[in-house]
């Protein structure tokens, strides 16, 4: 149980164009979700805290109006990153709190999907 | 705020050797602790975690770690690796059970035949 799953896992844009990306919890429900950029050998760098329902909570330095994140349900949460541009190349992950079992504070991490922009 | 130092960024070791990736934490407050796996382009795997009681957890793979209080250390160990162990590592804190995480920068445990 506890799956997060993540799509797409790879994807190559243009520059200038809009990628969404989709983090769903397949059996369980996430009132939580988080959205994490990692650069090739460093740690996740947490980007916001997605709220089901709710605005997003962006950490310091993260531009919210170019990526913007939708909490519309208990099992998914969306990215979008708009207008992408080569430095918005990296790899981003998502990971999931299950409603259902807080209390043991694990996270569950999405795939992860690889955005290469031209 | 709480912060997570993991003191090797590269550890090698021969198959079949013990190994200890090292993991210390700064909280003025009581902290949940995690190590994580994560192999080429994939997310993060919980491999063990400690949220009160016995000091010494035990996770899957064989891994365990050992909470140290008055050392703020949760050092990972596994007594013989695998190749198959050759991943990277990710010591995490977090100060309630629904808030965020804080993630150290990482061990790269490399495992030669």
């Known amino acids: 149980g506890a799956v997060v799953s993540q799509h797409p896992s790879w994807v190559i844009c243009k520059s200038g164009t809009s990628v969404k990306i989709e983090c769903r919890s397949l059996d369980f429900q996430a009132t939580t979700m988080f959205w994490y950029r990692q650069f090739p050998k460093q740690s996740l760098m947490l980007m916001a805290t997605?709220?089901?329902?709710?605005?997003?909570?962006?950490e310091q330095g993260v531009e919210k109006d170019k990526f913007l994140i939708n909490h519309a349900s208990l099992t998914l949460s969306t990215l979008t990153v708009t207008s992408a541009h080569p430095e918005d190349s990296s790899f981003y992950i998502c990971?999931?709190?299950?409603?259902?079992?807080?209390?043991?504070?694990?996270?569950?991490f999405g795939e992860g999907s690889r955005l290469t922009v031209l | 705020a709480q912060s997570v130092t993991q003191l090797d960024s590269q550890v090698p070791v021969f198959e079949e050797a013990p190994v200890e990736l090292r993991c210390n934490y700064s909280?003025?407050?009581?902290?949940?602790l995690f190590w994580y796996v994560q192999y080429p382009n994939q997310g993060l795997q919980l491999l063990l975690k400690y949220l009160s009681g016995s000091t010494l957890v035990k996770g899957i793979n064989g891994f365990e770690a050992e909470f140290n209080k008055s050392q703020t250390s949760f050092h990972l160990r596994k007594p013989s690796v695998h190749i198959s162990d050759t991943a990277e590592y990710f010591c995490?804190?977090?100060?309630?059970?629904?808030?965020?995480?804080?993630f150290g920068d990482g061990t790269t445990l490399t495992v030669k035949p």
């Open positions: 909280s003025s407050v009581s902290v949940y």
């Open positions: 990971s999931a709190r299950d409603l259902g079992r807080l209390d043991t504070g694990e996270l569950f």
């Open positions: 995490a804190v977090s100060l309630t059970n629904a808030g965020k995480s804080t």
């Open positions: 997605s709220n089901e329902g709710s605005k997003a909570t962006y």
